[in-house]
């Protein structure tokens, strides 16, 4: 077989970091991407082509989490601190108007990215060749053999697609592999326990972005968060861009109704009022309103994700630090991270966890690696 040393399955800050962190070593790499967009969860709507933007999935990072702004200096991506300057204020629903209140200072400073989170992933994509990142391609089955691995997937067409290397690195959420993807020989049953009993962060989450032509209410000495028990939105923050130059407010839909079972023009409707009722009338005209369900993501959630989690699972099982049986398959995505899982951190750290232990595996010139990374073909 005419094999690389690495294929990874997924481009989003987990995968990409792999990928970055395994040419830095000059290992030979590809990335293999469903989507026809790198970042995953990371989903940034721009204003204009190459402009700022509002993020859509990811937002934040926060001041004790180095590796993610550790690699954020690294790309020349600057971090500016949420705005929470001013009151927020309070819906708390019977019939009584929403009031202000100040919360209690965080001990940390909540961060976004300028340019928006996806500007991360874009930005590891970018540095690498054309060929290296494969968008539009679905992996579908895994088949690892003494020989190596081989990865059969569709193109966005409908074509299929082989890719072979010496070890493969997926980095999809894992309850997302195991529900998408066919393993061939079968992966062990406490591997598959702790896939389907790993919940994707985030996975059951509606976000919504209303644009306006100001911040009306930072002139308020209101600084744009709400807590509200009477919805739709239950969470809402500022989300104006770094410069201040686009205003925004974005929200969270509440867990249980959510507003599934409405359109989007009823879920707009909806959310523009309560934001009017809590932040002013002017909030009822905006100039856009963006929302992405990602539970209807399938190349983020499985049915199981559907019902946003009531509190942050332990991420980072033991076994995702483990191959598979048989060296080839290794688990990259930040619920595997032992620190930091589920946030962008833990799926920084995991790519790097990933990249370290498959570069040992392909330097001890064991059977997995009859070429060690950066020797010439
Ligand atoms: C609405 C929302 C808000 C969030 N807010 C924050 C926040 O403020 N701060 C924070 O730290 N974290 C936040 N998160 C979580 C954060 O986005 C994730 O921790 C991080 O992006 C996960 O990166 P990952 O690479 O591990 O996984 P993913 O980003 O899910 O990457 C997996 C990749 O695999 C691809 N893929 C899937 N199936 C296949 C296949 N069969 N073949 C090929 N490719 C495939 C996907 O398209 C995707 O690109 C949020 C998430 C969401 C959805």
């Known amino acids: 077989m005419a094999k690389i040393d690495v294929l990874v399955v997924g481009a ?10 395994l040419l830095a070593q000059r290992a030979t790499v590809r990335v293999l991407e469903a989507r026809d967009r790198v970042g995953g ?33 690294e790309l020349g991506v600057e971090t500016f601190a949420q705005h929470e300057a001013g009151y927020a204020v309070y819906d708390g629903g019977g019939g009584a108007p929403p009031q202000p ?29 054309p060929e290296q990142v494969s968008l539009g391609v679905v992996a579908r089955t895994i088949t690892s053999s003494v020989d190596g691995v081989r990865v059969v997937a569709e193109r966005s067409g409908g074509e299929p697609a082989h890719f072979e290397a010496r070890l493969v690195i997926v980095s999809l959420p894992p309850r997302l592999a195991l529900h998408t993807l066919c393993f061939t020989p079968d992966l062990p049953a406490p591997m598959k326990r702790a896939m389907a009993e790993t919940p994707t962060w985030m996975g059951g989450a509606m976000k919504c972005v209303v644009t306006y032509r100001s911040a009306f209410w930072r002139e308020r000495g209101v600084s744009g968060r ?10 809402i923050h500022d989300a104006s861009t770094a410069e201040g130059t686009h205003s925004a407010l974005f929200g969270f839909f509440r867990g249980s109704g959510s507003g599934r079972d409405r359109t989007p023009a009823q879920r707009r409707d909806k959310a523009l009022r309560q934001l009017a009722r809590m932040f002013g009338p002017e909030a009822a005209h905006p100039i856009d309103y963006l929302e992405l ?12 994700d ?21 060296d080839r398959i290794h688990w990259a995505g930040t619920e595997t991270a032992p620190q930091e899982g589920g946030y962008l951190d833990g799926a920084v750290r995991s790519g790097e966890d990933a990249a370290r232990r498959v570069l040992a595996l392909l330097r001890s010139g064991s059977r997995t690696s009859p070429t060690p990374a950066g020797s010439p073909a």
């Open 12 to 21: 989003g800050l987990a995968g990409l970091v792999a990928a970055s962190t």
């Open 41 to 73: 969860r990371t989903l940034t709507h721009r204003v204009a082509q190459g402009a700022d933007g509002f993020d859509l999935g990811a937002t934040w990072c926060w001041s004790y989490q180095t590796e993610i702004q550790r690699l954020a200096a």
């Open 101 to 129: 209140f100040l919360l209690p200072a965080n001990p940390y400073v909540s961060l976004r990215f300028a340019g928006g989170a996806q500007t991360l992933c874009e930005r590891l994509a970018t540095d690498m060749e």
């Open 226 to 235: 709400g807590v509200s028990y009477t919805g739709p939105l239950s969470e």
């Open 293 to 304: 369900d990602w539970a209807r993501e399938v190349y983020t959630s499985t049915p199981q």
């Open 306 to 326: 559907a019902l946003p989690l009531s509190e942050h699972p332990a991420y980072g099982h033991p076994i995702f630090r483990q191959p598979a049986p048989g």
